[in-house]
């Protein structure tokens, strides 16, 4: 994508990302141009017309597009990371979804429902909170416990109870309304349900398990991918933050109201923040790309790798908020006015942090 398509999209999201907030969703516009650029395909392959693209750079457009819009990156991570199990999925069923130019994935990561064996596939009950996309989405995920048909929890070789993920079309779900959030309100995040839903065999998968094809990356471990992930958003909110804050200080410094003294001390506390994101962000990108190049050259990653990758995914993100929280008191009164564009930045940044991902630092 080259300096010209960026400065447009950009450019776009902008125009459109304060309406989108009032309308609870991403504007038609902003959908549009997700479409056009298969940006919730991001992870499909070709075959199915997906975009193809890695997760090293998939990792970087993401930064850019949460730094351009909270709730657009928000949504495209989420729904073209669930886009990722296309490469679970049975082939005729992947198709079959894929053949629609609009294809949208949303879901969530916790278990919500049961699914009971029959002779023919699968019944299904039940209800899943924050699917991210949900008012445009066409295909959702949906984790269940397995049930016999008497009820009783099927369970592994440990003895565990066996969770299968399932795909569900849009017509076979209720949306339940219920994302009364103070920020990334765009996203839409709904939860949804089913209830007594028969779906055949073909619509459960494994993640990390089951690979259908032969494209590189879908071995890539699904907490790390989920961990790095949210981390760009965070990261790409902060940066639009920070500009914002810099921005205000200055136009409110030009009217006499600070002295030399404290303009001095704010460009400090501004410098040592940036200073702090941008370092953080390189060893972030070090550590990462490090990971992947063990996955393409030896077909693993070491647990130590991995552990490395979680660890700086939320050393970064709660360096972000704790950024937004330590420059928020130089923005003036427009920073806690909720139609300002500072105010949304703030607001979806500390909604991002409350994932829980990266509750913890360590």
């Not at 309100?185 to 998968?205: C, D, Q, Y």
Request: include cysteine.
């Amino acid at each position: 994508m080259d300096d010209t398509l960026t400065l447009n999209w950009q450019e776009k999201v902008a125009k459109y990302a304060a309406l989108s907030e009032e309308m609870g969703k991403l504007h038609p516009e902003i959908l549009a141009l997700a479409y056009q650029e298969n940006w919730f395909k991001l992870f499909v392959p070709e075959v199915y017309g997906g975009a193809n693209k890695k997760l090293p750079e998939i990792l970087r457009l993401e930064e850019q597009l949460a730094e351009a819009d909270g709730s657009l990156g928000w949504t495209v991570t989420l729904c073209a990371g669930a886009g990722w199990f296309a490469g679970f999925l049975d082939p005729g069923l992947a198709t079959e979804i894929f053949a629609d130019n609009e294809v949208c994935f949303a879901g969530s990561g916790a278990v919500g429902g049961e699914a009971v064996k029959t002779g023919k596939g699968y019944l299904i009950n039940g209800q899943w909170n924050y699917a991210s996309g949900a008012l445009h989405a066409t295909i959702f995920t949906a984790n269940c416990f397995l049930k016999d048909e008497n009820g009783k929890d099927i369970l592994d070789e440990k003895d565990e109870p066996v969770i299968k993920s399932f795909i569900l079309k849009k017509a076979e779900v209720r949306i339940l309304p219920g994302w009364s959030y103070f920020g990334l309100i765009a996203t839409g995040s709904h939860a949804f349900e089913v209830k007594n839903l028969e779906v055949s065999e073909n619509r459960t998968f494994t993640i990390n398990e089951g690979i259908q094809l032969t494209d590189s990356g879908f071995d890539y471990p699904f907490l790390q991918l989920a961990e790095t992930t949210l981390a760009v958003n965070s990261l790409g909110m902060t940066k639009h933050f920070i500009r914002l804050v810099e921005k205000s200080f200055h136009a409110r410094s030009s009217m006499k109201r600070f002295t030399d003294v404290q303009i001095e001390f704010f460009t400090a506390e501004l410098n040592r923040c940036k200073s702090k994101v941008q370092a953080l962000r390189e060893q972030f990108f070090t550590t990462f790309d490090k990971s992947w190049a063990e996955l393409m050259e030896n077909g693993q990653i070491s647990d130590a790798k991995l552990t490395e990758v979680s660890a700086i995914s939320r050393k970064l993100a709660h360096a972000c908020w704790r950024t937004a929280g330590i420059l928020f008191p130089y923005c003036g009164l427009e920073a806690a006015k909720k139609g300002s564009e500072i105010n949304r930045v703030w607001r979806d940044i500390h909604t991002a942090s409350q994932h829980g991902l990266l509750t913890f630092e360590v």
